[in-house]
């Protein structure tokens, strides 16, 4: 897991990005003229230098982070930088690649490329913008708050650089846009549609890799015999097991009090040298960034860097608080399923599946509506040995789950639709192959 590949220090933002994404975008535009004059290809690009524009300037100053400052990591936090995330490098190389195979198949058909560089970029616009948009919905209590500013809500909900982006919301977004951008064209509805459907399954194959990296998305607990993974100190999984005992040897169940978890039972370690004991009350908190940091090291500030856990016993003494040095915990989470695997895995197969399908489909929009069909059943199964999102409306199933059955049945209902009236139309786009 690299959650953070490395820093671009603040000094670097600015005037000296924009002069190199200028200096960049210039020799692009000149490979596009030589290749295209001035074309469709060439034009589409110029919207794409304005608006990195309006995000170096506008956009990254406000999402620089703050973190542990290497030479002092028990001092202050300081202001590192620019953080750019693995996550955000497999997000780039998925987009890259789904494109790839969709340019690549469209010159094979003679099927027109310079509308699908169009539509490729605005679909990501707005595959992000829905993607977040859903993660801030369902995780609303994150940003929103009694006594949070507006002006954090909104830096807040525009930091991206560690995830919070939902598949769902980016599919419900490009869709969206997708089929505005057929309307204003003329273009073939349910054939790009079909072209595109591989390619988006293929990003979503690489953008799960993004999501291991990043640490999010984990599965639950799982027996050592089967299929697993660990996360090291300070990823998500590891404070989930950290804040609910698991690590500290206690079996806790939630609660509604201000010391958040009931012990059930306490087992040698961590928690039994604290003195806990069923019926306690326990809160555990500590720094993500601190426990990262000193993960895998042999560092004696180790002894001086600490979680604390806040017990409640009960019985009218007041509660305590304990300091423990983070070299007493386990450097690994538990053992979970490798549920981003498996997601990546998934859409992979879907990938090919789909591509293969587009020779064998009977009608336009097929291949399409078969995505949505194949990929919730196997999101809906995987969110089962995921622990990442709690039930909603009062059921086990998650937000995802939810979401999922709809779209099935949207897909198979757009399947049987095209299959009974649609028709499949070989024929190249007159006038604007590229």
């Known amino acids: 897991m690299q959650p953070t590949l490395f820093f671009i220090p603040h000094q670097w933002l600015g005037w000296p990005l924009v002069i190199v994404w200028l200096v960049v975008s210039a020799i692009f535009v000149g490979v596009l003229y ?18 990195v524009l309006g995000i170096i300037w506008f956009l990254l100053p406000n999402v620089e982070v703050a973190g542990i400052n290497p030479e002092d990591p028990l001092g202050p936090m300081v202001n590192r930088g620019l953080a750019i995330r ?17 340019i690549y198949r469209c010159r094979k058909i003679g099927y027109p490329v310079d509308p699908i560089f169009t539509l490729a970029f605005w679909m990501v616009i707005a595959g992000v913008v829905g993607a977040r948009l859903f993660f801030v919905i369902q995780k ?16 807040a909900m525009l930091n991206m650089t560690e995830g919070g982006l939902v598949v769902y919301g980016s599919l419900f977004g490009a869709s969206i846009v997708a089929f505005i951008f057929f309307y204003r064209t003329k273009l073939p509805v349910w054939k790009t549609a079909d072209l595109i459907a591989p390619g988006m399954a293929l990003g979503l194959a690489i953008g799960r890799v993004g999501c291991l990296m990043n640490g999010c998305c984990w ?4 027996e050592p015999s089967m299929p697993s993974i660990t996360f090291p100190a300070g990823a998500a999984a590891y404070m989930q097991h950290l804040s609910n005992g698991k690590l500290l040897g206690l ?3 939630p609660t509604d009090a201000v010391y958040s978890r009931a012990v059930v039972s306490v087992s040698p370690g961590v928690g039994a040298d604290l003195g806990i004991k069923p019926g306690d009350q326990i809160a555990v908190g500590g720094n993500p960034d601190l426990l990262r940091f000193f993960s895998g090291k042999d560092d004696d500030r180790k002894e001086q860097a600490t979680i604390e856990v806040g017990v409640d016993s009960g019985d009218g003494s007041a509660p305590r608080v304990a300091s423990v040095p983070i070299s007493k915990l386990p450097q690994r989470s538990l053992r979970v399923h490798p549920t981003q695997i498996y997601s990546s895995l998934n859409a992979l197969l879907l990938c090919v599946l789909l591509w293969c399908f587009w020779h064998y489909r009977k009608s336009d929009g097929e291949v399409f509506a078969l995505m949505l069909i194949l990929y919730p059943i196997g999101r809906f199964l995987i969110e089962i040995i995921r622990n990442d999102e709690s039930g909603q409306f009062g059921t086990e199933f998650t937000i995802s789950q939810w979401v999922s059955v709809i779209t099935i049945a949207i897909g198979f209902a757009m399947f049987a639709y095209r299959r009974g009236f649609g028709t499949r139309n070989d024929e190249t786009v007159s006038g604007q192959s590229g």
């Open 34 to 51: 030589r290749r295209h004059g001035w074309g469709q290809e060439t034009i589409s690009f110029f919207p794409v230098i304005a608006i």
């Open 140 to 155: 609303r209590e994150l940003f929103f708050g009694e006594g949070v500013p507006l002006s954090a809500s909104v830096k």
């Open 219 to 222: 599965g639950g607990v799982c």
């Open 251 to 253: 079996t806790t169940e």
């Open 86 to 102: 693995g996550y955000g490098l497999c997000m780039l190389l998925a987009i890259l690649s789904g494109m790839g195979i969709v």
